[in-house]
Protein backbone atom coordinates (compact mmCIF):
# COMPACT_ATOMS: atom_id res chain seq x y z
CA UNK A 1 0.00 0.00 0.00
CA UNK A 2 2.67 2.61 0.85
CA UNK A 3 4.84 1.26 -2.03
CA UNK A 4 1.65 2.11 -4.52
CA UNK A 5 1.43 6.08 -2.62
CA UNK A 6 4.92 6.79 -2.97
CA UNK A 7 4.86 5.42 -6.59
CA UNK A 8 2.20 7.56 -7.14
CA UNK A 9 3.25 10.91 -5.43
CA UNK A 10 6.62 10.44 -7.47
CA UNK A 11 5.20 9.70 -10.86
CA UNK A 12 3.35 13.12 -9.98
CA UNK A 13 6.17 14.85 -9.09
CA UNK A 14 7.95 14.20 -12.35
CA UNK A 15 4.74 15.00 -14.65
CA UNK A 16 4.62 18.06 -12.61
CA UNK A 17 8.25 18.87 -13.19
CA UNK A 18 7.96 18.65 -17.17
CA UNK A 19 4.24 20.63 -17.11
CA UNK A 20 6.39 23.26 -15.68
CA UNK A 21 8.92 22.71 -17.92
CA UNK A 22 6.74 22.96 -21.45
CA UNK A 23 4.98 25.95 -19.59
CA UNK A 24 8.14 27.84 -19.29
CA UNK A 25 8.98 26.44 -22.91
CA UNK A 26 5.64 27.90 -24.84
CA UNK A 27 4.15 30.90 -22.24
CA UNK A 28 7.59 32.85 -22.01
CA UNK A 29 7.98 33.31 -25.49
CA UNK A 30 4.67 33.94 -26.26
CA UNK A 31 4.42 36.45 -24.20
CA UNK A 32 7.47 38.29 -24.90
CA UNK A 33 6.37 38.40 -28.45
CA UNK A 34 2.76 39.69 -26.88
CA UNK A 35 4.26 42.08 -25.27
CA UNK A 36 6.49 42.96 -27.57
CA UNK A 37 5.44 43.09 -31.36
CA UNK A 38 1.28 42.25 -31.52
CA UNK A 39 -0.72 45.41 -31.14
CA UNK A 40 -3.04 46.37 -28.23
CA UNK A 41 -6.15 45.29 -29.43
CA UNK A 42 -4.79 41.76 -30.90
CA UNK A 43 -2.85 40.58 -27.72
CA UNK A 44 -6.57 39.07 -25.84
CA UNK A 45 -7.10 37.32 -28.99
CA UNK A 46 -3.54 35.92 -29.07
CA UNK A 47 -3.30 35.20 -25.41
CA UNK A 48 -6.63 33.27 -25.39
CA UNK A 49 -5.19 31.40 -28.38
CA UNK A 50 -2.32 30.08 -26.36
CA UNK A 51 -5.00 29.87 -23.47
CA UNK A 52 -6.60 27.00 -25.75
CA UNK A 53 -3.71 25.27 -27.24
CA UNK A 54 -1.73 25.38 -23.05
CA UNK A 55 -5.56 23.87 -21.95
CA UNK A 56 -5.55 21.14 -24.85
CA UNK A 57 -2.33 20.08 -23.80
CA UNK A 58 -2.98 19.89 -20.40
CA UNK A 59 -6.04 17.77 -21.09
CA UNK A 60 -3.96 15.49 -22.78
CA UNK A 61 -1.35 14.58 -20.52
CA UNK A 62 -4.38 13.90 -18.34
CA UNK A 63 -5.58 11.64 -20.19
CA UNK A 64 -2.39 9.99 -20.76
CA UNK A 65 -1.72 10.03 -17.42
CA UNK A 66 -5.39 8.38 -16.37
CA UNK A 67 -4.50 5.87 -19.05
CA UNK A 68 -1.38 4.89 -17.12
CA UNK A 69 -3.06 4.50 -13.76
CA UNK A 70 -5.85 2.57 -15.16
CA UNK A 71 -2.69 0.21 -16.78
CA UNK A 72 -0.91 0.00 -13.68
CA UNK A 73 -3.57 -1.32 -11.21
CA UNK A 74 -4.54 -4.48 -13.78
CA UNK A 75 -1.93 -6.90 -13.56
CA UNK A 76 -0.24 -7.35 -16.71
CA UNK A 77 0.88 -10.54 -18.37
CA UNK A 78 3.65 -10.25 -20.36
CA UNK A 79 4.40 -12.34 -23.92
CA UNK A 80 6.81 -14.56 -22.05
CA UNK A 81 4.70 -15.53 -19.49
CA UNK A 82 1.78 -16.58 -21.84
CA UNK A 83 4.40 -19.07 -23.60
CA UNK A 84 5.35 -20.15 -20.15
CA UNK A 85 1.70 -21.11 -19.29
CA UNK A 86 1.13 -22.89 -22.58
CA UNK A 87 4.09 -25.32 -22.00
CA UNK A 88 2.82 -25.99 -18.67
CA UNK A 89 -0.54 -27.11 -20.39
Given amino acids: M ?3 ITKH ?8 VAIQMTNYCI ?3 CHYILFTYVPMQ ?10 VVW ?9 LSKK ?4 SDHDVISDEDCEDMELES
Avoid: F, Q
Fill in 2 to 4: IRS
Fill in 9 to 16: VLKNLNDL
Fill in 27 to 29: RIP
Fill in 42 to 51: HRLTLANMVG
Fill in 55 to 63: TTYLTHKAD
Fill in 68 to 71: EVML
